[in-house]
Structure formats: C-alpha cells, structure tokens
C-alpha cells in the first residue's frame, strides 16, 4: 500500500509556473506508475499526464501537451507535474494517484490518491 501527499499549490497569475510535488510513502515507489488528474468546480475529475514506472514513458492529456511536465525521482519516493504557461481554465484541485505497473489515463484504474491540492489561476 502508498500514500500520497501533494504540495506546491497556489495562486498564480495567468502565464505563471507552478511546480505540484507527490510525496509517497512505503518503499515500492518504483512499482507504481503515477498519474496527476484535476477536478474543476462543477466538473469532472480528468486526466491530466501519467508517467511510468522508470520514468522513461510519459502521457499528456491534450489541453496540457507542451505546457505541463510530469517527472519522478524515485530515490526520494516522489513525482512531479511542473506547469508552465498557465491559463484560467487550469484552476481545479489536481490529484495524484498511483498504480501498479503500466501507467494510463484511466481515473478508475489507479489504486491510491492523494488529498489534492488547489490550484488557481487569475486572469
């Protein structure tokens, strides 16, 4: 079993970075592929970007391609979504969550969730 912690939240102007942390407990980190999903007010939850085990594989959901990157570092048991050019339409509650194995896009599939944590973004 993990648990996840997310970090680096914020308030940000349109055109901003933020970079988002995922701290995992438990020593298996490196089993697990991680996936960052966002939750905008009135809506659904969504995919955001997914990464594999390694590292080596990395998936965007179209409306991020080019402006957010996800990463890990599993010496410190721990995944990243840095964002770039941020727009109002990104302002949602960003989840991470993990998996075993073959990273995806699919919200149903990943075992284990962090809090969130808000991002907002003024125009």
């Known amino acids: 079993q993990v648990q996840l912690r997310e970090s680096g939240g914020g308030l940000v102007q349109a055109g901003g970075s933020l970079r988002l942390s995922c701290a995992a407990s438990?020593?298996?980190?490196?089993?697990?592929?991680m996936g960052w999903f966002r939750q905008a007010p009135g809506k659904e939850r969504e995919f955001v970007a997914a990464i594999t085990r390694s590292g080596g594989g990395t998936y965007y959901a179209d409306s991020v391609k080019g402006r957010f990157t996800v990463s890990r570092d599993n010496a410190k048991n721990t995944a990243y979504l840095q964002m770039n050019s941020l727009k109002p339409e990104d302002t949602a509650v960003y989840y991470c969550a993990a998996k075993r194995f073959i990273a995806t896009m699919t919200e149903h599939e990943y075992d284990y969730w962090g809090q969130g944590t808000q991002v907002t973004v003024s125009s």
């Open positions: 438990g020593r298996t980190f490196s089993t697990y592929a």
